[in-house]
């Protein structure tokens, strides 16, 4: 039996979607952390932040007014959602790279592009920025790993660097000046 | 018989009979006395005090239901303000570490630009300095 037009229709847009390339699905710049679970057990110290927009708008609503607290707020203002996991381990080789590898993969699709990477000994640093469709900030993404920690942060909105950087010094936010870097030792 | 005369035969006037409005009066009289009727469960008002209640029992519900009421909204709004120094904490804790992140990695860039030095009478050329 040939089978009609019409019924072929619906078919043809399944697989039309389905083969449509990647970086068309997957438009967002929220990232999937993989299975972390048993990383928290093995660590001495986890850090577990998921907040999406309401819970972003209800901390906002608890900060103050000093200067500190109106600098977080209006960072804010703009962002969607801040998801972070933290682990610090006694001992190297306590978590797996595939878990790394596995964020990464995401970072090389959509509009993720690499803005830094800097390696010191086994210690590796990468910052990530998504464009979003007006080529403006759409997200952030740190990925950093040492032997004994590991750090996933996926911030999603207009985040503001120049603000962020306002924090410096502010509620328990670390200061580092370019100052501060180990000079040369004279030759 | 012709059907018109079988219409007009139907549509004939008849006489109702004699007292034919009392008739009518009398079956509409037991529906025309609501105030002798006994109220409808639905008619009591809600807030009424129920038929042997005492006074002082109806006020000490009333103000279990207020009591209820109002620890019912400060549990509530309890809930609410722990939830949001909750996500206050969450934010300032994200925000420390995203920025000593990126800290560390203007550090490390830092150090990286420090060891490379240009090359003493050759300005256009780099040389990495091993601390």
């Known amino acids: 039996m040939k089978p009609s037009l019409f019924r072929l229709v619906p078919s043809l847009a399944v697989a039309a979607l389905l083969a449509a390339p990647p970086a068309a699905q997957a438009q967002t710049a929220k990232l999937v952390w993989p299975n972390l679970d048993g990383l928290a057990q093995k660590a001495t110290d986890a850090v577990d932040v998921t907040l999406d927009r309401a819970l972003l708008q209800l901390a906002a609503g608890f900060l103050g007014d000093d200067e500190d607290e109106a600098a977080v707020k209006a960072l804010l203002r703009d962002l969607e959602s801040i998801n972070v996991r933290h682990f610090e381990f006694t001992s190297a080789g306590l978590y797996d790279p595939a878990i790394v590898d596995s964020v990464r993969a995401q970072l090389g699709k959509g509009a993720w592009q690499r803005l830094i990477a800097a390696k010191e000994g086994a210690s590796n640093t990468e910052v990530y920025a998504w464009r979003d469709a007006s080529g403006g900030p759409g997200g952030l993404a740190v990925v950093s790993t040492e032997p004994t920690e590991l750090t996933l942060i996926n911030i999603i909105g207009k985040i503001d660097l120049a603000r962020m950087r306002q924090l410096e010094g502010h509620l328990g936010i670390p200061k580092v000046s370019p100052h501060d870097a180990p000079r040369p030792k004279p030759e | ?131």
């Open chain 2, 1 to 131: 018989m012709r059907f018109e005369d079988q219409l007009r035969d139907a549509l004939r006037p008849l006489d109702p009979g004699p007292r034919f409005a009392e008739r009518v009066l009398a079956r509409l009289e037991p529906t025309a006395k609501p105030d002798t009727a006994e109220p409808s469960a639905l008619a009591v008002p809600v807030l009424a005090r129920p038929r042997g209640m005492s006074r002082l029992v109806a006020l000490g519900l009333a103000a279990s239901m207020t009591l209820a009421t109002s620890a019912g909204l400060v549990f509530l709004e309890t809930q609410r303000r722990a939830e949001g120094e909750r996500a206050r904490q969450q934010v300032i804790t994200a925000l420390r570490l995203t920025s000593g992140e990126l800290n560390e990695i203007g550090r490390r860039l830092t150090a990286a630009a420090a060891r490379v030095e240009t090359v003493p009478g050759d300005p256009g050329r780099l040389e990495e300095r091993v601390p």
